[in-house]
């Protein structure tokens, strides 16, 4: 018994006389996705006897628009819901926006500046008004998006990462985790935006290969007893004006250079100040000189080197990337400057080895592109190590599977070799840290209330820290923030863990591990059991899609151009897990062509079938009467176990692409064609021919349907309402939530297949042969077939060996003592095929043409020996000019031999 249509209109019986003669995508797909969303059908089916299929989606910037990043994920995600949703799970996809710090705060900033003004003017409360006017205007634009896309989410348990409920949960969490001794308030380097002012995540850092200059510089030794002569140990470096900040060089202890002067000081050149030289496992000995200069204020890696060797911090480039007081004369000037400066300076004092060209990853800030500087601040951190451990042993031990397997490694890697993380943020846009600080005793209060009194010595006079936390803060909870948490609600208790993270492998260290952190230390358990990383989306010359290249690709336009299956088919085809992907428009092409053969196709079967009764059979129900029914249930039940198989294991590219084979080869282009022969029969032919043309059609459209849910409920909708007027009797009101197909061992068929298969093979020969004899496509030739012990199974095919090849009706033989004379011969298997030449074509004329063709082609040959063996020609002409009429020559030799071969076998 089906769900109660709410949907009168679109449950009433069709005539096949409705059926419009093309599929257009844009009368189908809104149409759809609102009955879908408006039915109720995206919202989880309580089934206490399965376990929940749950997906967060990753939500995506209130800012953005729909990219093709989001449409992979979207497809990806959306292809496994509607999977899982068809097979009886109870199915939630919750969807959500994420507040993007800086990328929000920049936008409306933008703004602003449009209007002769800026936050600082207006404040800090009107600015944050002013962002949430923005947000409330464009939040809506992306979740539509996602609706053309035909994201199957559960819109009514929508998400944004600052709404009530998930600024509760990160208060929550800033609050016990500082309780515990996991968040700390310090001084540590960290990337700085000199244009945001803000600190900024690793992921917020775009590193790009940037030509630049990798100058030596000696450093005077200062001289020990005994030495008369100055000895100087050199550097490399990309930053020049950081050697103002230098307070120590540093060499590797097994670098047998530098043995001898480890622990000596060293002159630091045009500041004078004495630095010592020490000895770190962290240099390389193989880059530059092997010694490097440490600035430990300036760069990640001489900070660590600094705190182990207690080497001074100078800061000489402040945090508005122009020189402070600490680089002496060079105070003030921007940091390019003072670079050049520094430079021209130390080749005045001959302290200039050379300088060389080098490639610098440079990195820039994500969102304004400014070059990001390496500064020591105070900021918020939380302690990493503790909470890695447990995220290291769940997928150490197996609880939490990655797809492909091969990211395992560097899942493992960087959580082994993980820093501590900074939350804090120099922006107004964000959840405001939960900490305020009392101007009257100095000491500070977090809390996860607000604060009006201080808890140390009671004054009033307290203010909140100015800044907020980093956006990755609120988004590492996601999977179970979104379902309530803090609060013990019914979706927490019932929808966690969910099951699959799917997103982009370039953020499996800044969301994915971390959300596997977070879920084990605030819920005791995973947070998914399967991490699923798909690649990038590249241009069709496989480069990375920028703006500045001008290869930006519009999933909208593209959906608009073409519908949004060929676009989703596309891209769930053209991927495989973890590895990137090349989007060629040709593909969407043949995709676009692929949602028109099921239309076609299933438009044939339903006109043709629509006078014969008997609604959609189940695969349990058909009565197979021929080979051709037997094969076509044995491979359609052997698709329906590969596409389960290839699903469950991820392998969603190669389960599509077998879908495509067999719905566009061997039922379009066999089984429909064959049908049109057994419609000719008998009755009971035309009935069970019927039903297996229904049932077949019926089965791929349920295991194309996550995939190209559009076309497929249209024509599933189509199908059951031309064929079947009872909708009591239909498998579900609609095919989002049809059952998904079900294998039969007993329905695999070895023998049908191996047997059809030598039929289409004999059919495939003959085809071939006459479009290589230019037959015509309405002529009939005769056959000849020596078919061994097969004979009774051929007999049974002729008719359609007639109809597919276009033959007369073959001639069988078990055995054949002699080759007809003048006849074609082919091997198909274990099967002879003779096709006499007169009945293809007038062998007279053919013979004729062949002499005329065959003299042509020695004529050019011998043109093309002449010109080769003339040695001005040879030794003159450019090599490539010779190697090319070489090229030429071997082809029209072989072209000779092709034609002559061809006229002897015609001339008997």
């Known amino acids: 018994m089906i769900e109660q249509d709410k949907h009168n209109e679109i449950a009433q019986p069709l005539s096949v006389a409705d059926l419009p003669k093309a599929y257009e995508p844009g009368s189908v797909e809104a149409k759809w996705y609102r009955f879908w969303e408006e039915g109720g059908y995206f919202k989880p089916r309580p089934n206490p006897a399965r376990k929940p299929f749950v997906i967060s989606m990753p939500p995506p910037n209130v800012t953005g628009a729909l990219h093709l990043g989001h449409a992979i994920t979207a497809t990806v995600e959306d292809s496994l819901i509607r999977y899982h949703r068809m097979k009886g799970d109870e199915t939630l996809w919750v969807p959500g926006e994420d507040h993007a710090g800086i990328a929000t705060q920049t936008v409306v900033e933008r703004l602003l500046a449009r209007e002769g003004t800026d936050r600082h003017k207006i404040g800090r409360e009107a600015f944050i008004e002013r962002v949430w006017q923005w947000v409330h205007q464009y939040k809506s634009r992306i979740q539509d998006q996602h609706r053309r896309l035909g994201a199957s989410a559960d819109w009514s348990r929508e998400r944004f990462t600052l709404d009530e409920g998930l600024s509760k949960a990160v208060r929550e969490v800033f609050v016990r985790l500082y309780e515990e001794g996991l968040i700390y308030r310090g001084e540590r380097i960290i990337n700085w935006c000199p244009r945001c002012m803000s600190a900024i995540s690793d992921l917020e850092v775009n590193h790009v290969e940037t030509p630049g200059k990798l100058t030596y510089v000696r450093y005077p030794l200062k001289p020990v007893e005994g030495e008369t002569e100055t000895k100087y140990i050199s550097v490399a470096t990309t930053r020049p004006e950081t050697i103002l900040g230098d307070t120590g060089v540093a060499v590797n202890p097994k670098d047998p250079r ?27 000995a193989s880059f530059g000189t092997g010694a490097v200069k440490v600035t430990p204020a300036h760069d990640p890696t001489d900070f660590e080197i600094g705190l182990r060797h207690h080497l001074p911090q100078i800061q000489v480039i402040g945090f508005d990337a122009k020189m402070t007081p ?4 060079y105070a003030g000037q921007d940091r390019y400057e003072a670079r050049k400066n520094v430079v021209a300076d130390l080749e005045k004092q001959g302290l200039v080895v050379k300088v060389e060209d080098y490639t610098v990853p440079l ?27 447990p995220a290291l042993a769940a997928v150490n031990y197996g609880l939490i599977k990655i797809v492909p397997e091969r990211f395992t490694k560097t899942y493992v890697e960087w959580l082994e070799n993980i820093h501590d993380w900074t939350i804090s943020r120099q922006l107004w846009w964000g959840h405001r840290i939960p900490v305020w600080y009392c101007d009257t005793c100095g000491e500070m209060t977090v809390s996860r209330e607000d604060v009006t009194t201080c808890s140390h010595c009671g004054s009033e006079a307290v203010h909140q820290d100015e800044d907020v936390l980093d956006t990755w803060f609120s988004s590492w909870l996601w999977p179970f923030s979104t ?15 969910t099951s699959v993270m799917e997103t982009g492998y370039d953020i499996i260290f800044f969301w994915v591990a971390r959300m596997v952190m977070s879920g084990i230390h605030f819920m005791g358990t995973i947070p998914f059991d399967t991490i699923y990383l798909h690649g990038l989306v590249r241009d069709a010359k496989g480069e990375k899609m920028s703006k500045s290249k001008n290869n930006v690709v519009d999933p909208l336009e593209i959906m608009d151009k073409y519908g949004t299956d060929a676009l989703r088919f596309t891209l769930a085809t053209s991927s495989t897990p973890g590895n990137d992907m090349k989007l060629i428009e040709e ?17 044939f079967v339903l006109m043709t079938t629509a006078e014969v009764g008997g609604g959609v059979p189940t695969l349990q129900e058909v009565q197979p009467r021929t080979l051709a029914d037997r094969w076509i249930l044995s491979r359609l039940n052997g698709l329906i176990q590969n596409v389960t198989r290839l699903i469950d294991d991820f392998q969603l590219g190669e389960a599509g692409r077998q879908i495509n084979d067999f719905f566009w080869s061997d039922y379009c282009d066999w089984y429909v064609e064959i049908a049109k022969v057994q419609m000719q029969g008998d009755e009971e032919a035309r009935k069970s021919t019927t039903g297996i043309l229904r049932a077949v059609l019926d089965q791929s459209l349920r295991l194309l349907h996550p995939f190209m849910p559009f076309v497929t409920e249209e024509v599933w909708q189509y199908l059951y309402r031309t064929s079947e007027p009872d909708t009591r009797l239909w498998p579900a009101s609609a095919l989002i939530i049809a059952p998904w197909p079900q294998a039969d061992i007993r329905e695999q068929d070895e023998q049908a297949e191996q047997e059809f298969a030598l039929v289409q093979e004999v059919i495939t020969r003959i085809r071939d042969a006459r479009n290589q004899m230019n037959v015509e496509s309405a002529r009939r030739i005769p056959a000849l077939l020596v078919v061994g012990d097969a004979i009774n199974m051929f007999e049974e095919q002729t008719p359609l060996i007639e109809f597919l090849a276009r033959t007369e009706k073959p001639q069988l033989y078990h055995t054949l003592d002699q080759k007809p004379e003048q006849a074609m011969s082919l091997l198909a298997g274990n099967v002879e095929i003779y096709l006499p030449l007169a009945g293809m074509l007038d062998i007279g004329k053919e013979l004729e043409r062949l002499d005329k063709e065959i003299a042509q082609a020695q004529q050019e040959v011998g043109r093309l020996q002449g010109k080769l063996a003339n040695q001005n020609f040879v030794t003159r002409a450019k090599p490539e000019v010779v190697e090319k009429e070489r090229e030429k020559l071997a082809a029209q030799e072989e072209r000779v031999a092709r034609l002559q071969a061809r006229r002897s076998e015609l001339a008997g």
């Open 258 to 284: 530098y043995k001898d002067i480890v622990g000596r000081l060293a002159i630091l050149p045009l500041i004078g100040r004495e630095i010592p030289i020490v000895a770190d496992e962290a240099v390389d």
């Open 326 to 329: 600490e680089a002496g004369v």
């Open 363 to 389: 990195g820039h800030c994500q969102r304004c592109d400014t070059v990001i500087e390496p500064l020591i601040s105070k900021q918020w951190f939380v302690k990493m190590m503790p909470l890695a451990t």
């Open 483 to 497: 379902l309530g948490w803090p609060e013990k609600t019914t979706d927490l208790q019932r929808y966690y863990p």
């Open 587 to 603: 593909r969407i092409v043949g995709n676009r062509n692929f949602a028109n053969k099921i239309w076609n196709a299933s438009r």
